[in-house]
Structures are given as structure tokens and as C-alpha cells.
């Protein structure tokens, strides 16, 4: 079998990919989960 080589561009720009995918998660789940808080807090102390 023969010894494969990477180029590092290819995998920097995979690493940065998946970097990115990750925090677009994780900031749209901060989202999610700040607008459910004030729902919660509107709910609570006006009713």
C-alpha cells in the first residue's frame, strides 16, 4: 500500500470547517435558549 500524503491546506480548511459548524451551533443554541429565558422571565413576572 502506498503511502499517502495530505496537503495542509486541505486539512487546515477542513479543521476551519468544522470549527466554524461547531460555533454556528453552539451561538444559534445561546439564542435559543436567552429567547425561552425571557419568555419565561415575561411569563413569571407578569401574570
Do not use: G, P
Amino acid at each position: 500500500m502506498e503511502n499517502e500524503t495530505f496537503d495542509k491546506a486541505r486539512v487546515i480548511s477542513f479543521s476551519d470547517a468544522v470549527f466554524s459548524i461547531a460555533m454556528t451551533l453552539l451561538v444559534l443554541e445561546v439564542v435559543i435558549l436567552c429567547l425561552s429565558s425571557v419568555k419565561y422571565f415575561v411569563r413569571i413576572n407578569y401574570i
